[in-house]
């Protein structure tokens, strides 16, 4: 039977310094649910705190029940984390660094560090210097190390960053069987990658959640639709740029994504949207508080 | 009056009408569940906010946290550059000191013996290399362990500390031999020399333990730096200001001092749970 793991977080408030992250209350649960939102809405600060790193100012975030200030090396040995910058210890080389916090998570068994080293395709570079390897191989190193412990939570802060189209794939792949049967909370900017991972969607703007829910209910009631096809470089040319999603230069004409009530042009049709076109037309209405698109 | 036709009519109108409107009722459309869906989303997590029983535990491969197991795995961080390091500077002490001159046979004009001048100086630069935590995501992913992250912190440079006192307790031995082997003229006062440097040495450690917390390590090695230099300046002062009772008074002074402090930053980090970063 699926173990169903929660976080909830309970009124919390923190001060930054250009906003202050305010949540009155939400639920986290087993499975991969993606944090979006503009840059500087909160989403860092809202994974440090529930990764233990920073502890809220006002408000409780209790992890099956418990809360962090009473439980603190129990939730903590259950968390794995990988920020969205990380310099690794270059002098070390994957193995010894691997080792080094796999014992700092209190896992001692060598095989936990072989076996993640062959998860994250890692073998080839063991032995070499981190300094000496590349950007890519690096974030894998970094993202492995989040899952020395086998961690119920784990909270990722764009966790795909500098790696490759490949990479990219496996990495999802991997913790979408991770998610099974743990929370894995990923703050993502390219939400394309992850619409067939994602089981839920925090949207925060602000420091504050503007929605919560399945990745099926965020694509869903959006007050534009979606409009997709070729239209000619002058009828490109007229279309307001703040409703584009996506455009692409085709042979003779231009591929484009666009979010309006009604079709903007000859040749669109009305498409599926996706996470992404949803983040962008809810960011839309945000944005411009433009009712009239609505209808 | 009413026909008895119209009647029935009534009857039969009166019972058709609720399956005739369901009949012509039409079935919801997509929008309208994905509309209900969407409305029932609360209680759905609610439904699994109750079902989420099972109590968190340690994973069964996670040993639980213990100090020993701290002060090994962060000496192991750094003991193989330490440890060179170290013997190769306290080596070079050893056999720089003629053990029939005694031990100030290198340092006349110096305020204080090699010995107590190098070993500060060995013990900053030990503990500015070993912090190694610069990198604020280093120092987020160290401090979410079972262990408090200043308790981390702790044991890296408290085995820092011991590896240089260490290394210097051990050459102050293998001195005070050669210097005993050498013959009756030369004599170490085995004493006052180890308190020498040791109290210098603590102080350090603790000032440095004590500020790290506050205020950094740019701060840490910053008042241990000037500790270090009005100790020099306090070193210099004459006999005629300073007996030697007094200098020996002041010295276990330093060392308690070091010593307090150590502890006071050892509390201190087995109290602090979250890190600044």
């Known amino acids: ?31 991969i649910t993606l944090l979006v939102g503009a840059n500087g809405a ?21 992890y ?45 068994a060598p095989s936990a560090v072989r ?23 690096q974030r894998r190193i970094a993202l492995a190390q989040s899952l020395l412990a086998e961690p119920r939570f784990l909270f990722l802060d ?3 960053n500098g790696l490759d189209a490949e990479e990219r794939k496996l990495i999802i792949a991997y913790l979408v069987r991770y998610a099974a049967e743990r929370i894995v909370v990923a703050c993502v900017h390219e939400l394309n990658e992850w619409e067939a991972a994602a089981d839920r969607v925090i949207w925060l703007e602000n420091g504050t959640i503007c929605f919560e829910g399945s990745a099926a209910n965020w694509k869903r009631n959006l007050p534009l639709k979606v409009w997709t096809g070729e239209v000619s470089a002058d009828c490109f040319k007229a279309l307001p740029l703040d409703r584009m999603i996506h455009f692409r230069p085709a042979d003779h004409s231009v591929y484009v994504r666009f979010a309006a009530y009604d079709a903007p042009a000859e040749g669109l049709d ?8 949803a983040f962008f037309i809810r960011r839309m209405i945000v944005k411009n508080h433009d009712i009239t698109l609505c209808k | 009056m009413n026909h008895p036709v119209d009647n029935e009519l009534k009857v039969l109108e009166a019972q058709l009408r609720d399956p005739i409107r369901r009949a012509l009722e039409l079935p919801p459309s997509p929008e309208e569940t994905a509309l209900l869906l969407g409305a029932l989303q609360p209680e759905f997590d609610q439904l699994r906010e109750k079902a989420s029983g099972k109590a968190l535990t340690f994973n069964p491969e996670v040993k639980p946290p213990s100090l020993g197991r701290l002060l090994s795995n962060q000496f192991r961080l750094n003991h193989k550059a330490l440890m060179l390091s170290g013997a190769a500077v306290f080596l070079m002490l050893v056999l720089l000191i003629d053990p029939k001159a005694g031990i100030d046979s290198m340092s006349p004009l110096l305020p204080a013996s090699l010995f107590s001048l190098i070993t500060p100086l060995m013990l900053m630069a030990s503990i500015l290399f070993s912090y190694r935590t610069w990198d604020p995501g280093m120092r987020m992913i160290e401090s979410i362990t079972p262990y408090p992250p200043f308790l981390v912190l702790f044991s890296r440079m408290i085995t820092v500390i011991a590896l240089i006192v260490g290394w210097a307790g051990l050459s102050s031995l293998i001195m005070g031999i050669r210097i005993w082997i050498a013959g009756e003229d030369a004599r170490l006062p085995f004493g006052p020399f180890l308190l020498e440097w040791l109290g210098i040495t603590l102080l350090t450690a603790g000032i440095i333990m ?15 730096a000037v500790l270090y230099v009005l100790w020099i300046l306090f070193g210099m002062m004459g006999p005629e200001h300073v007996t030697f009772q007094i200098r020996l008074a ?11 402090l150590l502890l006071g930053s050892y509390s201190r980090s087995r109290k602090i749970i979250a890190m600044g970063v």
């Open chain 2, 210 to 224: 004590e500020l790290l917390f506050r205020k950094g390590i740019g701060t840490a090695i910053g008042g241990a």
């Open chain 1, 115 to 137: 076996n993640i080293i062959a998860d994250f395709r890692l073998g080839e570079y063991a032995k070499t210097r981190i300094r000496r390897l590349s950007q890519g191989q």
């Open chain 2, 250 to 260: 002041a010295e276990a002074a330093m060392m308690a001092a070091g010593a307090l």
């Open chain 1, 158 to 160: 764009e966790p795909l």
């Open chain 1, 42 to 62: 909160g989403k860092t600060t809202l994974l440090e705190l529930l990764s233990t790193v920073r502890i809220p100012e006002k408000g409780k975030i209790t």
């Open chain 1, 64 to 108: 099956q029940g418990m809360e962090a200030a009473s439980h603190l090396p129990l939730i903590r040995s259950q968390i794995g984390y990988v920020p969205s910058e990380i310099e690794l210890y270059g002098g070390m080389t994957a193995e010894k660094l691997l080792r080094y916090l796999a014992e700092l998570k209190g896992v001692y």
């Open chain 1, 1 to 31: 039977m699926r173990v169903n793991w929660m976080i909830r977080i309970e009124q919390v408030e923190h001060q930054k310094p250009s906003f202050t992250l305010n949540i009155d209350r939400s639920r986290l649960f087993s499975g």
């Open chain 1, 270 to 277: 009305a498409s599926e949207p996706t996470l992404e076109d």
